[in-house]
């Protein structure tokens, strides 16, 4: 047997964890910024929790066995429907929380693009019932924000708006009972052709004049203005009584994005549908847009929108809800790429005996680490001088400190800089405050 | 049905991942003090690679469904197999690491003393083939680093060898075949009486005379060199090969334990036998000594042992491995009782708005965040002074920046003190670096 990871899943090797750390440690500060606390759900939940949320993706949900517990688990799929349950079972009324945690997804790997079936995802909330789209004007800066941050150039935010969609498929004769699984063909053309949707939609159940219909709304996309400008002009949409209220709520939305300066990012884009059953209001999604000219192709980056009917589903009070979640994996990715190899180890001094006891490293090994000098030394009684440098240099170690007898008479070390090959020699008792100033300790 | 996480899991709170945050980042810095790096593995392996790893304890293993996917899947039980398999996947002759995750057991829970099914493990272990007793000598010194750091007062670490185990096992006549079932019953004797474990010996076949000879043994414990004296005067114990070799190992790492200045914190103790399968040299565990005379019984810390043919077992090379495994959750419990609560949100400054416009309070907002000032603000067109600063003490939030029509006029705001009630008038250019100096940021 191949002694390897599951399907889809990987370890993480030092540079990752590395990297990891830096990238998780911008978005905690940008979510902190936004006035966000931290909170953290099992890995798993009740499997009838999740039943229901997903639509057509429910199926990719991985499920515990049943080891006669009386509990059918299932691993998390997101960190939406469980930050809704967090809601429900601790009866809260409002929190702005972030998340960061993996989720599972029995969907076709696709690893050299990043796509995995054990992810982490980074998602940020805000539940309670405040004034309408200020909360979602926030998530939509704060998504500016973690993209500067990233350094992501040259980024958009898809933005759409799920009553207007309701508005526009049912003013083009889409019938109620058809609405999610056409807004999930819809859903598609970032990857689709017009055609290839169209013959889903029929396969569906839709009348060919309904689909041709949607194909003019779908193309209506750019400035936020002028295309609330162009919906404003068509009659027949603000008859609908879901799109004008939704053209309403976006005028509201587009005001506060302009002051927050941030309007230049967004796109008003009326084939963004979104796969998720459980978005009510806007929705929206960060895409890289050089995305293709490079070797790893970014694409989406960051998604999400409001839910203000998902944690009334639990039995508990609707809580008006809308946050986003960022997908790092490819971010990481790049980030590796670009990340300076050379010290992965955190390790700051290397001891190096020569024709010394081992008890004589060990005691200045010990009083290195004492003072907080990261350290490490051969565990061995016999080694040469040679080997013990080697080590150091394999490991990217950036100081050895030497002790052989002279220096033990003297009462002295030798250091060397592995980088510049330098070498001096210190009293033993200025070696902490030495090494801690050429470390920026 | 209830809305409730599942049997054994809990949800973590924002104070939760708090006091997580602070204990993790000690223990970080401790692990790297000694060289490691970090990996992570998936969450789930493949269900062969956890087979026959854990005696008795395997079937607390959390298995996956099988959905059709040819992968017999389970959660991780601990971090030391996945570290095995880890290197083997990966060809390591050698690695340093450590492992903070979370694993997972379908044990009875205990909640209210800290035993969950889903639980944090941190773990360090070395791999590689050094010189006898001394990576082991730096794995224990180690742990006496991180309870200090962890400010556990009188600690103390069990100490025994599985050589010295089996050896005193043969002596007394316990067949091979019993070895692993008899050492498991020892391993209960924290939580039983002799009487009791005695009696599972009977009831695993063993004869009542070899058991009252193993008495004698696991009664043996104390200062290492009398512990070690002790074993050297007893001729039938010496004459046995795996427990002479043993003891003079354990002569070899005194002598180190007394280099590294710690064997004060040992306790060389027989009866210590430890569950697991797979280890082949020292074992050991840290307990709190004053664990039953507080609220909360902190009892085993941490614990751990050599394995050195673990990493074989995967068809590769063997690696000669040692480590062990720091549990988080009733140290968690205590840190978090001691925590102090009134900062969980780090939430710097609440911005005010008196009679001013949403975009006015926009405006400031966006300027203080992104100058660096975590900033919250009420979500609303319209809302009293009173109950933006309720919100502003709910929340914990030291600072509230006010704007009223005055403060707009004269360009200032008014900056409140939220903890001293002091309120002064700042021009708005100096706000960042007004804050930012009282913040010590």
Same mark, same amino acid.
């Given at each position: 047997?191949?002694?390897?990871?599951?399907?889809?899943?990987?370890?993480?090797?030092?540079?990752?964890?590395?990297? +990891?750390?830096?990238?998780?440690?911008?978005?905690?500060?940008?979510?902190?910024?936004?006035? !966000?606390?931290?909170?953290?759900?099992?890995?798993?939940?009740?499997?009838?929790?999740?039943?229901?949320?997903?639509?057509?993706?429910?199926?990719?949900?991985?499920?515990?066995?049943?080891?006669?517990?009386?509990?059918?688990?299932?691993?998390?799929?997101?960190?939406?429907?469980?930050?809704?349950?967090?809601?429900?079972?601790?009866?809260?009324?409002?929190?702005?929380?972030?998340?960061? !945690?993996? &989720?599972?997804?029995?969907?076709?790997?696709?690893?050299?693009?990043?796509?995995?079936?054990?992810?982490?995802?980074?998602?940020f909330d805000i539940a309670g019932d405040y004034d309408t789209m200020v909360p979602d004007a926030d998530c939509l800066n704060l998504i500016v924000d973690i993209m500067q941050n990233l350094d992501v150039e040259?980024?958009?935010?898809?933005?759409?708006?799920?009553?207007?969609?309701?508005?526009?498929?049912?003013?083009?004769?889409?019938?109620?009972?058809?609405?999610?699984?056409?807004?999930?063909?819809?859903?598609k053309l970032d990857k689709k052709t017009w055609d290839e949707v169209r013959e889903e939609m029929i396969g569906k159940g839709l009348e060919g004049e309904s689909a041709d219909k949607i194909q003019q709304y &779908?193309? =209506?996309?750019?400035?936020?203005?002028?295309?609330?400008?162009?919906?404003?002009?068509?009659?027949?949409?603000?008859?609908? @009584?879901?799109?004008? #209220?939704?053209?309403?709520?976006?005028? #509201?939305?587009?005001?506060?994005?302009?002051?927050?300066?941030?309007?230049?990012?967004?796109?008003?884009?009326?084939?963004?549908?979104?796969?998720?059953?459980?978005?009510?209001?806007?929705?929206?999604?960060?895409?890289?847009?050089?995305?293709?000219?490079?070797?790893? +192709?970014?694409?989406?980056?960051?998604?999400?929108?409001?839910?203000?009917?998902?944690?009334?589903?639990?039995?508990?009070?609707?809580?008006?809800?809308?946050?986003?979640?960022?997908?790092?994996?490819?971010?990481?990715?790049?980030?590796?790429?670009?990340?300076?190899?050379? +010290?992965?180890?955190?390790?700051? !001094?290397?001891?190096?005996? =020569?024709?010394?006891?081992?008890?004589?490293?060990?005691?200045?090994?010990?009083?290195?680490?004492?003072?907080?000098?990261?350290?490490?030394?051969?565990?061995?009684?016999?080694?040469?001088?040679?080997?013990?440098?080697?080590?150091?240099?394999?490991?990217?170690?950036?100081?050895?400190?030497?002790?052989?007898?002279? @220096?033990?008479?003297?009462?002295?070390?030798?250091? #060397?800089?592995?980088?510049?090959?330098?070498?001096?020699?210190?009293?033993?008792?200025? =070696?902490?405050?030495?090494?801690?100033?050429?470390?920026?300790?």
């Amino acid at each position: 047997m191949e002694v390897k990871t599951p399907k889809g899943t990987r370890d993480s090797d030092p540079l990752d964890c590395v990297v +990891r750390d830096y990238v998780f440690n911008i978005l905690k500060s940008c979510f902190r910024r936004h006035g !966000a606390v931290e909170i953290d759900t099992p890995v798993f939940e009740l499997k009838w929790v999740l039943t229901d949320k997903y639509g057509e993706d429910s199926m990719l949900i991985y499920d515990l066995a049943d080891q006669g517990e009386g509990e059918q688990l299932a691993l998390r799929y997101d960190l939406t429907v469980p930050f809704a349950r967090y809601l429900a079972t601790h009866g809260l009324k409002k929190l702005t929380r972030f998340h960061i !945690a993996q &989720v599972y997804r029995r969907d076709q790997p696709y690893m050299t693009r990043g796509r995995f079936r054990e992810f982490y995802q980074c998602d940020f909330d805000i539940a309670g019932d405040y004034d309408t789209m200020v909360p979602d004007a926030d998530c939509l800066n704060l998504i500016v924000d973690i993209m500067q941050n990233l350094d992501v150039e040259n980024f958009q935010i898809r933005l759409s708006h799920r009553g207007l969609l309701d508005g526009y498929f049912e003013v083009c004769g889409v019938p109620e009972h058809l609405i999610r699984a056409i807004s999930s063909a819809v859903d598609k053309l970032d990857k689709k052709t017009w055609d290839e949707v169209r013959e889903e939609m029929i396969g569906k159940g839709l009348e060919g004049e309904s689909a041709d219909k949607i194909q003019q709304y &779908v193309e =209506i996309k750019g400035d936020p203005r002028q295309v609330l400008m162009t919906l404003k002009e068509n009659s027949n949409l603000m008859e609908n @009584e879901k799109a004008r #209220k939704s053209i309403e709520d976006m005028e #509201k939305l587009v005001s506060y994005l302009e002051v927050f300066g941030i309007v230049q990012y967004i796109n008003f884009d009326l084939s963004l549908a979104r796969g998720l059953d459980y978005y009510t209001g806007i929705i929206f999604e960060a895409i890289h847009l050089d995305s293709e000219n490079q070797g790893i +192709r970014i694409g989406s980056i960051c998604g999400g929108g409001r839910y203000d009917k998902l944690v009334g589903r639990f039995g508990t009070m609707d809580i008006p809800s809308i946050g986003f979640s960022v997908g790092i994996e490819r971010i990481l990715a790049i980030k590796k790429e670009s990340y300076i190899q050379n +010290r992965v180890s955190s390790t700051d !001094a290397y001891v190096v005996g =020569i024709n010394v006891s081992l008890a004589d490293k060990i005691r200045l090994v010990d009083h290195l680490r004492k003072s907080g000098i990261n350290t490490e030394f051969a565990y061995r009684e016999s080694i040469s001088g040679r080997k013990q440098f080697e080590q150091a240099n394999k490991k990217g170690i950036p100081f050895s400190v030497i002790i052989g007898e002279s @220096e033990l008479e003297s009462n002295e070390v030798s250091v #060397k800089n592995m980088i510049s090959g330098e070498q001096s020699k210190v009293p033993r008792e200025e =070696i902490v405050s030495y090494l801690k100033q050429r470390l920026n300790k």
